[in-house]
């Protein structure tokens, strides 16, 4: 199985809105809703922020509505709307590959300008 | 609050097993609605799956890792397992233990150590 396609770096000025993009194939993001995305902030444990491609977990802590998720085809999109400094981090999407496997994204450092 | 805590050796030599230990603290690890999983992220590099593990002992591992992956749970000490064998510099990682909540419940890692660095060289 081959590693989600994520753009190495993305970054916007805050109060902005981004998009990061997750490709994969029609063998994991393009059949399974079960696509997440991770924040990883350095030397923090990473965080859940979106599931089932759009859902956002309210446990172990909220997530702001700020964090979105969508799916067309094989790709899966996270949008940060309304930038802020903390929102700066590493993000990683993942997706079910199917007979239990797990595939995620190479990552996309996002710096908030 | 669900924790997990890594733990173990942050050296290990060429050729040798990597033995990794996660406590898992605020929560049940027999509960029927996880599974228990490892996740390693190389330097520079991005995160993978390594496998996953259920309570009462099913194991799903990375099909690229399955011929040196074991993983084990013993819930007296609330504690699940990982032993990567033949170790090569390429295992080189942070390595994090997770919940797996595995597909039917949502599909995703929803909570997770904070990772341990582990280095392969002689």
């Known amino acids: 199985q081959s590693a989600l396609t994520q753009p190495p770096s993305a970054s916007g000025s805050p109060g902005q809105s981004v998009t990061i993009s997750c490709t994969g194939t029609s063998s994991d993001v393009g059949i399974y809703n079960y696509v997440s995305w991770y924040q990883l902030h350095p030397g923090k444990a990473p965080k859940l922020i979106i599931y089932e491609v759009s859902k956002r977990p309210s446990w172990p802590s909220g997530v702001p509505d700020r964090f979105s998720g969508s799916k067309s085809g094989n790709t899966a999109s996270l949008t940060v709307s309304g930038l802020q400094a903390e929102d700066e981090a590493d993000y990683y999407c993942s997706s079910y590959a199917g007979t239990n496997n797990w595939v995620f994204g190479g990552g996309t450092k996002l710096t908030v300008l | 609050q669900l924790q997990l805590q890594e733990s173990g050796p942050g050296l290990v030599k060429p050729s040798e097993t990597l033995s990794l230990t996660c406590t898992v603290s605020?929560?049940?690890?027999?509960?029927?609605?996880?599974?228990w999983g490892w996740i390693r992220q190389p330097p520079g590099k991005g995160l993978e799956w390594i496998g996953s593990i259920y309570y009462e002992g099913n194991t799903y591992y990375n099909p690229s890792l399955k011929s040196r992956v074991t993983m084990s749970v013993d819930m007296s000490r609330t504690q699940f397992s990982l032993r990567l064998n033949s170790v090569t510099a390429a295992d080189t990682a942070v390595y994090y233990c997770?919940?797996?909540?595995?597909?039917?419940?949502?599909?995703?890692?929803?909570?997770w150590g904070q990772g341990t660095l582990v280095t392969v060289s002689s």
């Open positions: 997770a919940r797996h909540v595995p597909t039917n419940y949502g599909g995703n890692f929803n909570s």
């Open positions: 605020g929560g049940s690890i027999s509960s029927s609605s996880n599974y």
